[in-house]
């Protein structure tokens, strides 16, 4: 017997060139929602709050304690974000999807009607947040139409009993607890 023989051939794949094909298969795999968020100030001296919403983010390290998220190469926040000395990453929980939809919305509006919290180092989060991470830049790669952003942890708040908004297929989900067995 030959692994040929033990193994099928699987039909029916697509090119990655077929745009709608990748943004399909990328909807299969679930990922948390955070806020990213600082707060700066213009060239006059005044300050400003920016942040954006991101649903690329994961967890990469912890030694040091790295986060990742990517980010359109045509965002006009991130330029203005990235020079900030603290950067507020705040987790959404599984209520704040309205939210989430503000922070990916107009940048003049994303603070509209919230009271947002900050570090005295700048750092900015959003309320009731599942996590609070402050965070500096640690390094930035180019990848494709996005820059792969590595963000280093310097100081958190968690709340694992919140639970978190989950991004997958396209939409906005709750986890689920499943007992085995």
């Known amino acids: 017997m030959t692994i040929d023989s033990v193994i099928s051939l699987v039909g029916d794949l697509s090119p990655a060139s077929d745009a709608q094909a990748l943004k399909r298969a990328y909807s299969c795999f679930p990922s948390g929602v955070v806020a990213v968020s600082s707060r700066i100030e213009t060239p006059d001296g005044d300050p400003i709050l920016l942040g954006m919403a991101a649903s690329a983010f994961t967890t990469v390290s912890l030694a040091p304690p ?6 359109q190469n045509s965002s006009t926040t991130w330029p203005r974000l990235r020079s900030a000395p603290a950067i507020g990453v705040s987790v959404f929980a599984s209520d704040q999807s309205d939210l989430c939809r ?5 940048a003049e509006k ?5 009271e947002p919290q900050r570090t005295d180092s700048g750092a900015v989060f959003v309320p009731g947040a599942a996590a609070a991470l ?8 180019p990848a494709g139409d996005h820059t792969l952003v590595l963000l280093k ?3 958190l708040r968690a709340d694992p009993e919140v639970e978190p908004l989950v991004f997958h297929a396209s939409s906005f989900r709750a986890l689920e607890v499943r007992k085995d067995g």
Do not use: W
């Open 134 to 141: 402050s965070c500096s830049l640690y390094n930035e790669l």
């Open 102 to 106: 503000q922070m990916a919305g107009p």
């Open 110 to 114: 994303r603070f509209d009607g919230i």
């Open 153 to 155: 942890i310097e100081e």
């Open 66 to 71: 790295l986060v990742s998220l990517c980010v």
